[in-house]
Structures are given as structure tokens and as C-alpha cells.
């Protein structure tokens, strides 16, 4: 049974940080058409704190990597802070994002080569946002804001899955996003470390960024101001809290 919140009326000035309009997409392979994502309508305002919730293959992956500019939608409109995602081409969509939205990966995806200082200054050096002093001063400020601060010159094979992690989120606001993606960011996590690190997405939206996170456990869906579910490439459930 498909299920939606209603929702009141909002403002002339309340404008979405993130809207999605009939969003489809579709991959093609051998074996035919596979559709990952149905007519998608959704709103985020910012400073939300969005969970997506959906079993193995519902969407939910697919659906960050469009707001993020890693996926091109087959049809639909994706305005994330304004622009008009859907019309970005890739190398265009790489530059916007690492202004605009942090990534955060389920399996950490620093570079063993580079210190954990070095992962976190890597954004900044791309987009050339800072002066070279001011970038290694502002990753040591992350680093610290993540309580990762004495780790900084190991190796991010040196530290725990968790410690990672907060590297991988500092690195995602090197620059300074307001928004913040995060696809099972703490699917490879014990319960503890987990707790930890949905800690700091918190205090993250606390700050007045707009955090969609993609998650299994339903305990950290519970903690978050809004909780979509997705089944079949289709949002079936919206739920503020």
C-alpha cells in the first residue's frame, strides 16, 4: 500500500535546496531495460536531516548519485541549490559538486597513498577554493571538528573503520557543501561506532546543513527529522518526524 505524508502549506520564500520533478532512470543492459528509479517528486528543505530507507535494490543508491551529480537521469528535472543538475555533463557536474555537495562513501574511499591530512586536503587542491596555507589549516580545523585531529599525518590504513570515516566526512566538507550525501556510511560499522559517527551528522545539521543519508538500520532512520522508504524505484513512504 503506498503511503505519503501530507504536508502543510509552505512559504513563498520556503525554496527546497534540493527538488526533484518526475525524476526516471533507466539502465539498459543485455537482458533489456531495468527501470532504477519511477517518476521521483521530492522536496528537501534546507537544514533537513533525510534518511532513505528501502531494501536492496529499491532505488537508494541510484537516487543520491543523481542529487550528487555522479548519475545522469533518463528523464526529469534535478535542482540542487539551484542548478540544474540534469543539464550538467559529467566534467561540469564534477566541478559543481566538489563546491556543493560532499559525498560520503560506505567504504571510505581514501587513498592509502596520502596521510590522513592529505585525503582531506585533496578536495580543496581540486577546486582551488582556499590558498595552500588556509587548506592545511582548515583540513587540521575538520580533522579536530571530527576529534581525529592526532591522526592526521598516519596513513587512513593506520586508524579504525570508524576513524575513517570521520576523515571521509571531513573530506566531504573540505569545501564547505551545504549539503552532505552519505550512502550506508555506517553499514560496515558495530553499532557503537555507528552511534558515533550518525553523532556527527547530527551535529553537522545542527550547523545548518542539509544531510540525505541512505541506511539499513532503522534505529538511525528513527533519529533523523525525516525518513523516506523506497520499494521498486518508487517513494512508497514519507515520514517527518
Known sequence: MRRTRTRGSRG???????????????????????VALQAINLAVQPGE????TGKSGAGKTTLVNMIAG????????IWVAGTPVHRLGMERAAGWRGQMVGVVFQGFEL???????QNVTLPMDFARKYGIR????????????????EHAHKPPTAVSGGQQQRVAIARAMA??????????????????TADAV???????????????????????AARASRAITLF??????????
Open 111 to 117: 587513498l592509502p597513498s596520502l596521510t590522513v591530512l
Open 49 to 52: 536531516f533525510l534518511v532513505v
Open 198 to 220: 550518525v553523532r556527527v551528522f547530527d551535529s553537522l545539521v545542527a550547523r545548518g546543513k542539509t544531510v540525505m543519508l541512505v541506511t539499513h538500520d532503522e534505529d538511525i
Open 70 to 77: 555522479l548519475d545522469r537521469s533518463t528523464a526529469g528535472e
Open 12 to 34: 513563498a520564500n520556503d525554496r527546497p535546496i534540493i527538488d526533484l520533478r518526475g525524476v526516471v532512470k533507466t539502465y539498459t543492459g543485455l537482458a533489456g531495460d531495468v
Open 175 to 192: 569545501n564547505d557543501p551545504p549539503i552532505l550525501v552519505a550512502d550506508e556510511p555506517t553499514g560496515s560499522l558495530d553499532s557503537v
Open 232 to 241: 521498486d524505484g518508487q517513494i512508497v513512504f514519507d515520514e517527518g518526524r
Open 134 to 149: 588556509e587548506r592545511r589549516r582548515r583540513a587540521m580545523h575538520l580533522l579536530e571538528q571530527m576529534e581525529i585531529a
